[in-house]
């Protein structure tokens, strides 16, 4: 059985803040996530812990102080009694054959905390009274975040994304039918290392904006601009999409503001009943400065009695 005042490094008068000081440092050296390679430095984190849980404890330390209890926290044994693997000091520390439990005044998770961060550090250690010594299942290593660029035209058509992990490789992934902005992938396994196998990988995805689409749900809008004369006369034009240009016709007459549809153009949606459309917003574009237009707009002026605004009580 191992002094704990040895252990540590401390005097036997050292003070709590010594006692935890020494603690950290030794800690941040040893904690297996820093030496995966090296099962003698794992081993010596764990007597540095238990040894740290003990001397923490005033109680216990009062009491090993004494030669009432041993370094493993166990009731001394001066007739040759107890200092096996299960016994149970008054302090709470429980030693066992599969390794240690901290006591209820322990506050060693704490420092793991501050030390490493949730779910970095100390996840494999058991705490309170449950357990007679069991360790709970090693701490899987952390999670690697990352940050993925889509085009909009990629996210509308699903197209399969690469992406190279921390580790050099790279893989291909399946949008999924809702993506947006903020969608989140896991990627089991694709994490940092651990004790209890790897982290996973948290993929942010980010659709960047097109020049001339947005979105509206699962449809596609469009301001297509028309000619004076194609908005006049009507007929068929070429019109982008997510999935390259069709042809789409124009009623005659059509003025600014005319919507047209085209059917399954869109984003699929999430219920999967197919996808969304695209909506075209038509925009008459006239010429500047166009000298034969306003000859022609002045000579059919006079003709033109209508009221575009009379609905407006204007």
Excluded: C
Excluded at 143 to 171: E, M, W
Excluded at 193 to 205: E, L, Q, R
Excluded at 275 to 289: E, I, K
Aim: charged share 25%; glycine share 18%; proline share 7%.
């Amino acid at each position: 059985m191992a002094d704990p005042y040895q252990t540590l490094g401390v005097k036997r008068d050292a003070s709590e803040a010594d006692i935890k000081k020494a603690y950290r440092t030794l800690a941040k050296e040893l904690h297996p996530d820093r030496n995966k390679d090296n099962p003698k430095a794992s081993e010596r984190f764990s007597k540095v812990t238990q040894a740290y849980d003990l001397l923490n404890d005033k109680d216990k330390r009062a009491r090993f102080d004494r030669g009432e209890i041993d370094g493993d926290g166990n009731p001394a044994a001066p007739f040759g009694f107890g200092g096996g693997g299960g016994g149970a000091g008054p302090g709470g520390f429980r030693q066992g054959e599969g390794g240690f439990d901290f006591g209820a005044n322990g506050d060693a998770g704490d420092i793991f905390e501050g030390l490493f961060g949730r779910g970095a550090g100390g996840g494999g250690f058991a705490s309170g009274f449950g357990g007679f010594g069991r360790r709970q299942p090693p701490a899987k290593g952390a999670n690697v975040a990352y940050k993925l660029n889509v085009s909009f035209v990629d996210a509308a058509t699903l197209a399969p994304q690469r992406i190279t992990l921390a580790d050099g490789k790279t893989i291909d992934l399946k949008l999924p039918a809702n993506v947006e902005n903020g969608t989140q992938m896991r990627l089991a396994g694709k994490g940092q290392p651990g004790p209890g196998g790897a982290g996973d990988g948290i993929v942010t995805i980010q659709i960047a904006p097109h020049k001339f689409f947005t979105r509206d749900g699962a449809d596609v809008r469009l301001d297509l601009p028309v000619s004076l004369s194609e908005a006049v006369l009507g007929g068929p034009v070429r019109v982008p999409t997510v999935e390259g240009a069709v042809m789409l016709t124009i009623p005659k007459g059509s003025s600014s503001g005319k919507v047209l549809r085209l059917r399954g153009k869109g984003f699929p949606r999430p219920d999967g009943s197919g996808r969304g459309d695209q909506l075209v917003t038509l925009m008459v574009d006239l010429p500047v400065d166009d000298d034969a237009l306003i000859e022609f707009v002045e000579g059919w002026k006079g003709k033109d009695g209508r009221n575009p605004r009379g609905n407006m009580g204007v």
